[in-house]
C-alpha cells in the first residue's frame, strides 16, 4: 500500500477553479492508478476520475467531463485534479485513491471543496 495526502481544498464561488493535490509516498508508488473520489453530506460516494500509472489515460465520470481534468507528475509523486467552472453540486470531501490491482486500497483523508451560488 501506499500513503496519501490531499491538499488544496477551499471555499470557492460558482464559475472559479480549484486545484487539488494527491502526494503520494511508500514502496512502488508510480506503478500505482490513482482515482479521486468525492462524498457529499448524506450522499454516497461518487467516482470522479482516475489516471493510470503511467500519466497518459484519464477516465471520468459524466458529471465533471469537460470541467475536470487530471493529471500526473511521476517525479513528485502527485496527482492533481484541475477543476474548473466550479457548481453549488461540486461541493463534497475530495479523496484520492490508489489501486495495483481491481480496487482502491489505499486512500487519503480528504479535502473539503465548498462551491458558493
Known amino acids: 500500500q501506499v500513503q496519501l495526502a490531499e491538499s488544496g481544498g477551499a471555499q470557492v464561488q460558482a464559475g472559479e477553479s480549484l486545484r487539488l493535490s494527491c502526494t503520494a509516498s511508500g514502496r512502488a508508488v508510480s506503478t500505482y492508478a490513482v482515482g479521486w473520489f468525492r462524498q457529499a453530506p448524506g450522499k454516497e460516494r461518487e467516482f470522479v476520475g482516475q489516471v493510470n500509472w503511467s500519466g497518459d489515460r484519464t477516465v471520468y465520470s459524466d458529471s465533471v467531463k469537460g470541467r475536470f481534468t487530471i493529471s500526473r507528475d511521476k517525479v513528485k509523486n502527485t496527482v492533481f485534479l484541475q477543476m474548473d467552472n466550479l457548481r453549488p453540486e461540486d461541493t463534497a470531501v475530495y479523496y484520492c485513491?490508489?489501486?495495483?490491482?481491481?480496487?482502491?486500497?489505499?486512500w487519503g483523508q480528504g479535502t473539503q471543496v465548498t462551491v458558493s451560488s
Open positions: 485513491a490508489a489501486r495495483r490491482g481491481v480496487e482502491f486500497d489505499s
